[in-house]
């Protein structure tokens, strides 16, 4: 089978990892894999089997014409944004698949945009039948409710062979007898790292020599004035394992998510999680302490439960352990493929 994933951008987000994991597999089962992209400026790893091709289009309306322009001989095209599955639908018909890592109009916060984007699921969904994969099941009924759309769930899952705890003596030694919070710094508001910078100025206003700050992301060493901050920049898998595993907390205040693959990699790596209800596969006081979305002071004395409780900190550990445990990255990679196989009647898998 000849399977094509059609995107603008290959980064160093969630996203870009899981396009790579699951295409990776789908070589290796002996398929014939292109990805499709404007850019590539990725620190994840390509599987040398993966074909990785240039659109030779300029910017993101470049990327959106040739999803219109062009017909695919691929028997299989997977978007992972609704206005690339609607464009290549007019071209490429029932072969294109809605791969949904996100709901699209999280990205966007005018109205006229958020309607434009809902304009092109309804046709795309409910009209046009496009097939989807989702990434969870809070994503999965939202399409099912609102779009009587066909999904499939295949959750994302951690690769328990990169993630797992190694704790890092010169980490330590960065640490000065502190305790180390992790935060992603992304401009995609959708990331809440605005959220992050308030909490944990708030927290330092309370108890500033107690603990360092660790980012790791998009250049941000301005970003907490006054508390004691080392950026790490992106970093490869094996880095960004060894800092979790040598942290004492991971603030991820989110506003939205499909299935937070760096959630999982901090929860994999022993590192208790502080998040939002945005990120709605983990439990309150279970796996991770969960607060609403934006809730500034909520989110602060959660941080301050983890740093000073020792027992709390090691019961959220060992219960991310075990919710890794049922979310690999083999088991994600084999559903895709088995996914792939039930749109498609025994095409791609066997």
């Known amino acids: 089978m000849e399977i094509v994933f059609f995107r603008h951008s290959l980064l160093s987000r969630g996203g870009d990892k899981m396009v790579l994991s699951h295409a990776g597999y789908l070589a ?54 609704i206005p690339l599955a609607f464009l290549l639908f007019f071209r490429n018909r029932e072969r294109v698949i809605y791969f949904s890592q996100d709901y699209d109009e999280s990205y966007y916060f005018t109205m006229v945009q958020r309607l434009f984007i809902r304009s092109l699921y309804t046709l795309g969904l409910t009209y046009f039948r496009i097939p989807v994969i989702a990434v969870s099941h809070y994503l999965a009924d939202l399409l ?23 704790h890092d003596p010169d980490l330590a030694l960065l640490k000065n007898d502190k305790k180390a919070i992790v935060s992603l710094s992304r401009s995609d508001a959708r990331k809440g790292f605005d959220v992050a910078q308030k909490v944990l100025q708030k927290v330092g206003s309370e108890c500033i020599d107690d603990f360092v700050v660790w980012t790791v992301g998009e250049s941000c060493e301005s970003a907490f004035p006054g508390l004691h901050h080392r950026h790490f920049g992106y970093v490869k898998e094996d880095e960004l394992r060894r800092i979790f595993s040598s942290a004492d907390l991971f603030l991820y205040p989110s506003r939205h998510e499909g299935f937070p693959l760096m959630a999982l990699e ?27 979305v934006e809730d500034v002071g909520s989110l602060a004395e959660d941080v301050k439960k983890v740093l000073a409780d020792e027992r709390l900190s090691d019961r959220l550990s060992r219960a991310g352990f075990d919710f890794v445990e049922k979310n690999t990255l083999a088991q994600s990679r084999a559903n895709f493929c088995l996914a792939l196989d039930g749109i498609f009647k025994g095409r791609p898998c066997r």
Not at 146 to 152: L, N, T
Not at 270 to 278: F, K, W
């Open 28 to 81: 290796d089962q002996g398929h014939s894999v292109t990805i499709l992209t404007t850019v590539v400026e990725t620190v994840f790893p390509i599987d040398d089997r993966i074909v990785v091709r240039l659109t030779g289009r300029a910017g993101k309306l470049g990327t959106l014409w040739s999803g219109f322009a062009t017909r695919f001989r691929a028997d299989v095209i997977v978007a992972d944004i």
């Open 266 to 292: 901090a929860l994999a790596c022993g590192c208790p999680l502080v998040t939002t209800d945005a990120v709605n596969v983990v439990k309150n006081d279970v796996e991770a302490l969960v607060s609403p």
């Open 144 to 166: 099912r409710n609102r779009f009587h759309a066909k999904v499939i769930v295949v959750t994302n899952g951690v690769d328990t062979k990169v993630f797992y705890p190694e």
